[in-house]
């Protein structure tokens, strides 16, 4: 049986849509609240199991590797102050030593050419991938209803959502049979197609499990939507000799790769905290009168 053990973090991406704000910032650091993007996806891969977090970075992104590290200074002054509150909320942030592996995109390809990147240090197991930019609020993580499921497929995995027909642009669309209330089998998969060429309204959202034979197919770098490797079309081609599932998830999706879905997860995250939703509500109820 194949265990998952690693989960790649494609963290290259520029941020065009946030600009100004992430000029000299990585977008993996907006925040949502008081926690970094990057930080609930790597919670979410480390309290599902995962035992190794890769980033594949990029150029202009040390803010990441910093924020994932001790901070001495910062550390010494919240233990002189006795602020042991913060002091703990930064000391929990840091994985272990080789916890986490970093690695570099050279040139932006698109998405499947950031995962080919990992491939040396995944080596020839399966592992899961996680776009900090899907926020997905929910009582299990997604990555681990998916690894629960994953011990019966043994085969490539992605989380999937129903959109509204005219969003299909926007994502990757597969073709499915239901086979269980929550499980799909895909008949084909396609990248951002139009309305009219879209196959269903079954869209993916980042939570992908993949197994190794991706890399050969990424490997060829055959150019698709955007002009870029994409993780579809590979595994569109995967899907000749292997099973590919669509898993329909528990949870509430925020599409923080938006400007709007940003700030909805900001709203619906201050609203879960009780120190923030008290002032948050009548502010909220005032503007929308
Ligand atoms: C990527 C994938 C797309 C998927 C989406 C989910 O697109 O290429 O198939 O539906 O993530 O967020 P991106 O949003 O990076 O353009």
């Not at 925040?31 to 891969?45: F, G, M, N, R, T």
């Not at 200074?73 to 030593?97: F, M, Q, T, W, Y």
Request: aromatic letters at 6%; glycine letters at 8%; hydrophobic letters at 40%.
């Amino acid at each position: 049986m194949m265990k998952v053990r690693k989960a790649v973090f494609p963290v290259a991406g520029l941020g065009t849509r946030f600009l100004s704000a992430t000029k000299a910032m990585p977008k993996e650091m907006l925040p949502v609240v008081d926690k970094p993007l990057i930080q609930y996806a790597v919670e979410e891969a480390l309290d599902s199991g995962i035992e190794q977090i890769i980033f594949v970075t990029g150029r202009g992104k040390s803010a990441l590797e910093d924020h994932f590290d001790k901070s001495g200074e910062l550390e010494e002054i919240l233990r002189a102050k006795g602020k042991n509150e913060l002091l703990k909320s930064i000391e929990s942030v840091i994985p272990d030593s080789g916890t986490i592996i970093y690695t570099r995109q050279r040139e932006m390809l698109g998405l499947g050419h950031a995962i080919w990147c990992a491939r040396n240090v995944v080596g020839n197991e399966p592992f899961a991938v996680l776009l900090a930019d899907d926020l997905i609020q929910s009582d299990t993580p997604v990555l681990s209803q998916m690894l629960k499921e994953f011990e019966n497929l043994q085969s490539t995995m992605i989380a999937v959502f129903e959109v509204e027909p005219s969003e299909t642009q926007k994502y990757g669309i597969i073709d499915a049979e239901n086979i269980s209330h929550n499980v799909k089998k895909v008949m084909g998969l396609i990248e951002k197609p139009t309305p009219e060429k879209a196959p269903s309204n079954n869209a993916i959202i980042g939570r992908y499990i993949l197994t190794p034979e991706i890399f050969d197919i990424l490997g060829q770098k055959k150019i698709g939507s955007g002009g870029e490797i994409q993780l579809t079309d590979a595994m569109a081609s995967l899907l000749k000799d292997q099973s590919i599932y669509g898993y329909q998830f528990k949870g509430t999706r925020f599409d923080c790769g938006d400007k709007a879905g940003f700030l909805m997860a900001n709203i619906a995250y201050a609203l879960e905290r009780p120190e923030i939703k008290p002032k948050l509500m009548p502010f909220i109820n005032s503007i929308v009168k």
